[in-house]
């Protein structure tokens, strides 16, 4: 007989969003089961080694503190392990970050969630769901030995691409007017680096070009981002590029064979032209494939590049953004900014995170409903939990009285210690 699982709350996904979402979900009272497809929680951040939480911070000069709430307890918990393993960073492109190391994250995150009393299951595959009357009824999940289905209340999707509003039918949105979607990007590690030497942009674009003139390659983009850690000689490099043409297994697989070997190119030319990284190794490539940008859920309200530019204040806002759009459309030029005012942040309506036409789903992550312009500013590690924390409560609050009112979801979040 096929196993079957009950929750008030199931989150899809144990990325940034979706721990934010269970977390918050369990704290409000509700009983939460989150499954997540690879071999530990962390999204991005573990499973594609970015090691820079953005967005914590108002960009530009004079930073604010704009994201807290399940954020701050995850640094918290981070610290616990170990006191280095955070580091507060103004980045090459002017704004603070906050580098963590991300193996330490992978407990972190494990301990987080089994000190919130949140059920969850990795190596799990969402493969379907039941949507009748214009709600979620269930969600068909598979491991390595069976299949099983998960029956919910209501339902997060923080999966990255929308894949639990796809399987159940529900609008979701791809790319911009054109159909385009931004760069994904394969991370890579490198250890014995001298951080002590010039590792900015500008150094990677001049042994890139090096590179390219002396004839190494499978050289793209020639500008990128450098991450490191005081004390540290590893590093993770931000470079090997692809535009993403579909999410299917042929696509994916064209990805991440592509972008694994420019990793090994990359490493070449910074061994033979960038000072301090002629004794470097790689030590880890990905291990999966960054996406900035797939599919979308069409919500109740889109949010807009206007939105984000002017700061825009909302009566139903339920958290903050920090970061200013950064647009990463080109596999040979660096990302473009849009700038804001420093020391601001915009609003993000309730409405951004409800399904326009499946009652009980929402969305959190960077498949919010936004613009393509928007959404390159609301895809970030620490936007990304804003919204997943504000879905994860909306849904506990939803599923216990009926109806998500944005009034008792915003008094939620700040007794839970959120911004908004």
Request: a negative charge; hydrophobic letters at 40%; one cysteine or more.
């Amino acid at each position: 007989m096929q196993k079957e699982y009950f929750a008030d709350v199931f989150v899809a996904g144990g990325g940034p969003a979706g721990i934010a979402a269970a977390v918050g979900a369990s704290q409000a009272g509700a009983n939460v089961l989150l499954v997540e497809r690879n071999a530990c929680l962390g999204g991005e951040g573990t499973n594609a080694g970015i090691g820079a939480l953005c967005a914590v911070y108002t960009c530009g000069d004079n930073p604010v503190k704009c994201v807290a709430g399940v954020c701050d307890l995850v640094i918290d918990e981070l610290h616990r392990l170990a006191p280095n393993t955070t580091e507060e960073i103004v980045s090459a492109a002017g704004n603070k970050n906050i580098h963590f190391k991300p193996e330490y994250m992978k407990v972190a995150l494990d301990n987080l969630l089994d000190r919130n009393n949140v059920k969850y299951f990795l190596h799990t595959r969402i493969i379907g769901a039941k949507r009748e009357g214009g709600v979620i009824q269930s969600a068909a999940c598979q491991d390595d030995e069976d299949t099983f289905t998960v029956h919910a209340k209501t339902f997060v999707d923080a999966t990255g691409d929308a894949n639990l509003a796809h399987m159940a039918g529900a609008k979701t949105l791809w790319g911009d007017s054109e159909g385009k979607v931004m760069a994904a990007t394969l991370p890579f590690r490198l250890c014995g680096v001298d951080i002590t030497q010039d590792m900015s942009p500008n150094a990677v674009e001049r042994a890139v070009k090096a590179g390219k003139d002396a004839g190494i390659p499978n050289l793209t983009r020639e500008r990128g981002f450098i991450l490191k850690m005081s004390g540290s000689q590893e590093v993770i490099v931000l470079l090997p590029s692809v535009i993403p043409e579909g999410i299917d297994a042929e696509e994916l697989t064209r990805m991440e064979k592509f972008t694994r070997g420019q990793a090994v190119y990359y490493l070449e030319a910074f061994r033979r032209f960038m000072p301090g990284m002629e004794k470097a190794e790689l030590t880890m490539i990905g291990p999966s494939i960054g996406f900035r940008e797939t599919r979308r859920l069409a919500g109740k309200y889109m949010l807009t590049a206007d939105d984000v530019l002017s700061r825009k204040k909302s009566a139903e806002g339920i958290g903050r953004g920090g970061w200013k759009p950064e647009i990463h459309s080109s596999l040979n030029e660096a990302a473009v900014y849009l700038d804001v005012p420093g020391a601001s942040w915009y609003d993000i309506p309730l409405g951004c995170l409800q399904s326009a036409d499946t009652g009980n789903l929402y969305g959190a992550g960077r498949l919010i409903c936004a613009d393509s312009q928007a959404m390159a500013a609301s895809r970030v590690m620490g936007t990304c939990m804003v919204t997943g924390h504000a879905a994860g409560i909306a849904a506990a609050i939803q599923g216990e009285t009926g109806k998500a009112d944005v009034d008792a979801v915003r008094r939620e979040l700040i007794r839970q210690g959120a911004l908004i």
